[in-house]
């Protein structure tokens, strides 16, 4: 089975705080995503990334960053968190072109206060 | 704008009855259009997707219904069970493409025993 890992479930950080969400794949895959989940709005793409050092903006990769020096990892990263980026950050990694499956985290809930 | 508009927001069903949850869509270029089911606490998974060229797909009892010339599509749950409470996310893509997966804004079912 494929198994998606974001080590921190639940972080509260303060506004203007530096923050990393770890994400690790156990499966060799080449793709990674990054998402943010919030109710009503559904899941929205930040980044996404192809290849080891390769990257790619979603639709919402304003205040955002990321980095991959690893196949496995894909970490997302707030150069200092502001309240509005509170929210649900769900990772996934190997879309497979022939079902449109994404294999999602568990996600990591992020309060910033 | 969301390109992918999916209703109802909340949906309150008995054991036992059909659960119906819609979405509509603005791009025809999207050629695949997936479902995917997320418990609490978890992330989401492929339910079933279809492509445009069939009109129905069934798996158990999941159902998805699609109207071409409508732009619309739906998601059936036969004989509801309390274990089929989750949020439910419609989606759309077109060439295989992950970077263009669009995701509806979820439908929290919950199913009355």
């Known amino acids: 089975d494929v198994k998606v890992t974001q080590s921190s479930r639940y972080l509260v950080k303060r506004t203007g705080e530096k923050v990393f969400l770890e994400c690790v794949q156990d499966?060799?895959?080449?793709?990674m995503f990054w998402y943010r989940q919030d109710p009503g709005l559904g899941l929205r793409l930040i980044y996404f990334?192809?290849?080891?050092?390769?990257?790619e903006k979603g639709d919402i990769p304003e205040g955002y960053s990321v980095s991959r020096e690893k196949k496995e990892r894909f970490s997302l990263i707030l150069e200092s968190a502001s309240t509005n980026q509170t929210s649900m950050y769900l990772c996934?990694?190997?879309?497979?072109?022939?079902?449109?499956?994404?294999?999602f985290g568990e996600g990591s809930r992020l309060t910033v206060l | 704008q969301q390109q992918v508009k999916q209703s109802p927001q909340s949906l309150i069903v008995q054991k036992g009855g059909i659960s119906i949850i819609n979405c509509a869509y603005e791009?025809?270029?999207?050629?695949?259009f997936p479902w995917y089911q997320q418990f609490p606490g978890k992330g989401p998974a492929l339910l079933i997707a279809?492509?445009?060229?069939?009109s129905e797909k069934k798996e158990g009892r999941f159902t998805i219904s699609f109207n071409k010339s409508a732009k619309q599509f739906s998601l059936h749950i036969m004989d509801s069970q309390p274990g089929d409470s989750a949020t439910y996310f419609c989606?759309?893509?077109?060439?295989?493409?992950?970077?263009?997966?669009?995701f509806g804004s979820g439908t929290q079912l919950t199913v009355l025993p």
């Open positions: 996934a990694s190997r879309w497979d072109r022939a079902t449109g499956e994404l294999f």
């Open positions: 499966m060799d895959h080449e793709n």
């Open positions: 990334s192809y290849d080891v050092k390769m990257k």
């Open positions: 791009n025809t270029a999207f050629d695949y």
């Open positions: 279809i492509r445009p060229d069939v």
């Open positions: 989606a759309a893509t077109f060439s295989g493409s992950a970077r263009q997966l669009t």
